[in-house]
């Protein structure tokens, strides 16, 4: 059983959430994922710098980010994998969105996946990690047709 919340924690409707969930739903798949339980939280460029300060030290909004619970010391596994929360800024994604030229719902959609990656263990710190974590972040998106 995989379970995941989409929680709109704006007061915008956001039509390209149906697209986060269609993504989901392959993802979750393709990756042959397992009792999993995540959430994706979207919220406002103040909320996101907030949690960017608190939990990151940095004092500037972002774009996305993950609180993965399996990198805790203290979890404590158990028959359901409760993966964490991806926490992504609306306001970041539509300012990203127009400077990278393609459409919210391309953006909103990269954010989301890059978040669950880095749930899953996936970063980007180093050139090896990067390469395959970008390389499976496009293919995902490609698979399920969300291109540029």
Same mark, same amino acid.
């Given at each position: 059983?995989?379970?995941?919340?989409?929680?709109?924690?704006?007061?915008?409707?956001?039509?390209?959430?149906?697209?986060?969930?269609?993504l989901? =739903?392959? $993802? +979750? #798949? !393709?990756?042959?994922?397992?009792?999993?339980?995540?959430?994706?939280?979207?919220?406002?460029n103040?909320?996101?710098?907030?949690?960017?300060?608190?939990y990151?030290?940095?004092?500037?909004?972002?774009?996305?980010?993950?609180?993965?619970?399996?990198?805790?010391?203290?979890?404590?596994?158990?028959?359901?994998?409760v993966?964490?929360?991806i926490?992504i800024?609306?306001?970041?994604?539509? =300012?990203? $969105? +127009? #400077? !990278?030229?393609?459409?919210?719902?391309?953006?909103?959609?990269?954010?989301?996946?890059?978040?669950?990656?880095?749930?899953?263990?996936?970063?980007?710190?180093?050139?090896?990690?990067?390469?395959?974590?970008f390389?499976?972040?496009?293919?995902?998106?490609?698979?399920?047709?969300?291109?540029?």
């Open positions: 059983m995989n379970s995941y919340e989409i929680i709109n924690n704006t007061e915008e409707n956001i039509a390209e959430l149906v697209d986060v969930r269609n989901l =739903e392959f $993802a +979750v #798949s !393709y990756l042959k994922l397992e009792n999993v339980l995540f959430n994706v939280i979207v919220v406002d103040d909320t996101i710098h907030q949690l960017n300060k608190e990151r030290g940095v004092d500037r909004p972002t774009d996305v980010i993950s609180f993965a619970l399996e990198d805790d010391d203290t979890f404590v596994p158990t028959s359901i994998r993966l964490g929360d926490y800024s609306i306001d970041k994604a539509k =300012e990203q $969105a +127009v #400077s !990278y030229g393609h459409s919210l719902k391309r953006e909103i959609c990269f954010l989301t996946i890059h978040g669950l990656l880095h749930l899953l263990g996936y970063d980007h710190m180093e050139p090896e990690e990067e390469k395959e974590m390389a499976l972040q496009e293919l995902i998106l490609n698979e399920c047709g969300i291109t540029k």
